[in-house]
């Protein structure tokens, strides 16, 4: 059976707008199960275990920027080479991806609104690309209900467009899901990075806006727009 995963992850709260966090962003990772990524996965357990954890360790790019949480004890150089594992695996596999982001301050701590928003433009992407999404005969959605206002658009989008299973997955289940994550903080670097407003821990971590360009951004650019 010709199946597609759609792994999303998201970054922001509904809460209201702070200056801090201005940006609410959905990223969309899409692969072809008949596409294997085996000997990708085997490069990211690999690495993933070379900097002291389980294989099967989820890495939360977040946290491991900001050195919090199972990264607190990590140097910056342990934490860019586990940064780095999960950029290669994920610019290495067979994915595409598509990042929507909507600024905050334009919905005056309107959460409906916002909801609405995110729903019409997640529909617009998916009518758009219909044809391609109708040439698998099924397609399984993985989310990990982190947000109840993401399910909903997920439960009530995608299935009315493309009558998608939807599943809930934890981060250390699937090395994709990882990659939504690692798209999603990439996409929102690319945006701040744009607007001048990397934190001293970004600033810190990735070096000179040159290196993020560089390193980072200009080659997952290859696989899609991060700011869609």
């Not at 059976?1 to 970054?11: A, G, K, N, T, V």
């Not at 939360?60 to 342990?78: F, V």
């Given at each position: ?36 990524i085996s000997e990708e ?152 990075l744009e607007d001048g ?32």
């Amino acid at each position: 059976m010709h199946e597609l995963s759609i792994f999303i992850d998201e970054s922001g709260d509904f809460g209201p707008y702070e200056a801090h966090a201005p940006y609410y962003l959905i990223a969309l990772v899409l692969h072809d199960q008949s596409r294997s990524i085996s000997e990708e996965l085997a490069y990211l357990k690999k690495h993933v275990v070379e900097c002291g954890f389980p294989e099967g360790h989820a890495v939360h790019t977040g946290p491991l920027i900001r050195r919090e949480a199972d990264y607190a004890g990590l140097d910056i150089a342990d934490r860019r080479k586990l940064f780095r594992a999960l950029f290669n695996f994920t610019r290495r596999v067979p994915i595409s991806f598509r990042t929507l982001l909507f600024q905050k301050k334009e919905f005056h701590d309107d959460h409906d609104a916002l909801v609405s928003r995110m729903s019409r433009e997640l529909g617009s992407y998916i009518r758009g690309n219909l044809e391609e999404f109708q040439s698998f005969e099924r397609i399984v959605v993985y989310y990990d209900n982190g947000q109840k206002e993401i399910t909903t658009i997920i439960n009530t989008v995608l299935n009315a467009l493309l009558e998608a299973e939807v599943r809930r997955v934890r981060p250390s289940d699937y090395a994709l899901f990882q990659a939504a994550d690692m798209v999603c903080t990439l996409a929102l670097l690319a945006r701040k990075l744009e607007d001048g407003n990397l934190s001293k821990s970004e600033q810190a971590f990735f070096g000179s806006r040159r290196d993020l360009i560089k390193n980072y951004l200009k080659p997952m650019k290859r696989k899609g727009e991060l700011i869609g």
